[in-house]
């Protein structure tokens, strides 16, 4: 069965500081994609940054990177500077491209950046 | 602008009494797919389209239907609602089956008493 697991339910950060957040899943297929989502208290669901498995580079987006690590399986989201804002529900999720394209979710971490 | 379109927002309704979630998108996807949100659980798929008339089952559907008449639209159907229905439903929509991500509507939060 193909899962996503996050084991920090819950995290909070200092203004200004990094944070990462731990994202490990499971999948026996060879193509796929992995997503970083950000959900805010308004509850709208925001792509914050996406990698191509068979790509090595990780992925950035001005604060946000990640850290892929294809054969642990692991796909961590680094927050620099965190800003206020940043203070969401974040979840990690991954697709392959064969079948359904079926998303499978994490059950989530709840980041709360402290002023 | 380019976005996904879900009403009502907030929903109260009783144990029985058919509902329907609307679902628009004004991009020309061709991909929808309905996904519920509960809390330790994360989101989890309801049923998905890849086309106009081509739909499927994903991994919560019972007490659920959809149909897709058209490419823009997705509505979802409670027939008969119970408690355990009682969610946060997103829409979402993609182009590609969701390899560059999905656009997400707004939500909808359910609660059948």
């Known amino acids: 069965a193909q899962t996503v697991t996050q084991s920090q339910p819950e995290m909070s950060v200092q203004e200004a500081e990094t944070v990462t957040l731990s994202c490990t899943y499971d999948t026996s297929e060879n193509n796929y994609y992995l997503f970083w989502y950000k959900q805010p208290p308004s509850r709208q669901m925001i792509l914050v940054i996406r990698?191509?498995?068979?790509?090595?580079q990780n992925a950035t987006e001005n604060r946000f990177s990640v850290n892929f690590q294809k054969a642990a399986k692991s796909f961590s989201l680094k927050i620099s500077d965190s800003q206020l804002g940043d203070t969401a529900m974040y979840f990690c999720?991954?697709?392959?491209?064969?079948?359904?394209?079926?998303?499978?979710f994490g059950t989530g971490t709840r980041l709360k950046v402290l002023a | 602008e380019a976005q996904v379109t879900q009403n009502p927002r907030y929903l109260i309704t009783v144990t029985g009494k058919k509902l329907t979630v609307t679902c628009s998108q004004n991009m020309n996807h061709e991909y929808m797919s309905w996904y519920r949100q509960d809390p330790g659980l994360g989101l989890r798929q309801i049923y998905y389209s890849m086309n106009v008339e081509v739909t499927d089952k994903g991994d919560v559907p019972e007490g659920y239907k959809v149909s897709r008449k058209e490419k823009r639209n997705f509505p979802l159907i409670l027939e008969s609602p119970s408690p355990n229905q009682t969610s946060l439903y997103f829409c979402?929509?993609?182009?590609?089956?969701?390899?560059?991500?999905?656009?997400f509507g707004s939500g909808t939060r359910l609660t059948v008493v």
């Open positions: 999720a991954f697709i392959t491209t064969s079948g359904t394209y079926k998303y499978i």
């Open positions: 979402a929509s993609s182009q590609t089956g969701g390899t560059y991500g999905y656009t």
């Open positions: 990698q191509e498995a068979y790509k090595q």
